[in-house]
T-cell receptor, first 115, second 114 residues
Framework: ETGVTQSPTHLIKTRGQQVTLRCSSQ?????VSWYQQALGQGPQFIFQ???????GRGNFPPRFSGLQFPNYSSELNVNALELDDSALYLC??????????????FGPGTRLTVT | QQQVKQSPQSLIVQKGGISIINCAYE??????FPWYQQFPGKGPALLIA?????SEKKEGRFTISFNKSAKQFSLHIMDSQPGDSATYFC?????????????FGAGTRLAVHP
């Protein structure tokens, strides 16, 4: 069983640029959530995708957007990058049905540095 | 009300000892409480989780104790090993609004000395 994978591993961008991060969910999982983890802090919920639609969002501005594809993989897009966007971006997938829907399994993350 | 408060911030334990990390929450709508382990440069790994209708859950050396009336829960790591040295996060979630988001504590950095 393949776990959650994310790409790229590391990324360096300049302020004002746009970035796309990618996530492949664990086999059989149909829900994907994205989190931002600043250095030394716990992950913060960005949004969740289910059946290719955003079905929940945290306190992040609209320049954070996402997509989910029919194979349940997902993208996180961030426009107009700011220095504070520097963080580890984590993708988590969840299996279908309750109580499985509560369980979230994380990928290794993408380390984004904005200069 | 959406916060989860975790303590201590850091913890040093001798090999073979018991590591105890505590978390507290306010929102009684939370109905799922997982613990995650994170090594440097890695994503969080789900260790163990509990629901509020159970007071204790044990998996190997890891035990969650849950006190619903006090709105507190804790992770106990028995026979702590140097390989357990990592950052541990408690979290809480509730299945309302059609989606589940995990709300994490600030983390506890555990160091197990040989």
């Amino acid at each position: 069983e393949t776990g959650v994978t994310q790409s790229p591993t590391h990324l360096i961008k300049t302020r004002g640029q746009q970035v796309t991060l990618r996530c492949s969910s664990q086999s059989g999982h149909n829900t994907v959530s994205w989190y931002q983890q600043a250095l030394g802090q716990g992950p913060q919920f960005i949004f969740q995708y289910y059946r290719e639609e955003e079905n929940g969002r945290g306190n992040f501005p609209p320049r954070f957007s996402g997509l989910q594809f029919p194979n349940y993989s997902s993208e996180l897009n961030v426009n107009a990058l700011e220095l504070d966007d520097s963080a580890l971006y984590l993708c988590a997938s969840s299996p279908p049905g309750r109580p499985g829907a509560y369980e979230q399994y994380f990928g290794p993350g993408t380390r984004l540095t904005v200069t | 009300q959406q916060q989860v408060k975790q303590s201590p911030q850091s913890l040093i334990v001798q090999k073979g000892g018991i590591s105890i990390i505590n978390c507290a929450y306010e929102n009684t709508a939370f109905d799922y409480f997982p613990w995650y382990q994170q090594f440097p440069g890695k994503g969080p790994a789900l260790l163990i989780a509990i629901r509020p209708d159970v007071s204790e859950k044990k998996e190997g050396r890891f035990t969650i104790s849950f006190n619903k009336s006090a709105k507190q829960f804790s992770l106990h790591i028995m026979d702590s090993q140097p390989g357990d040295s990592a950052t541990y996060f408690c979290a809480a979630s509730m299945g309302t609004g059609g989606y589940n988001k995990l709300i994490f504590g600030a983390g506890t950095r555990l160091a197990v000395h040989p």
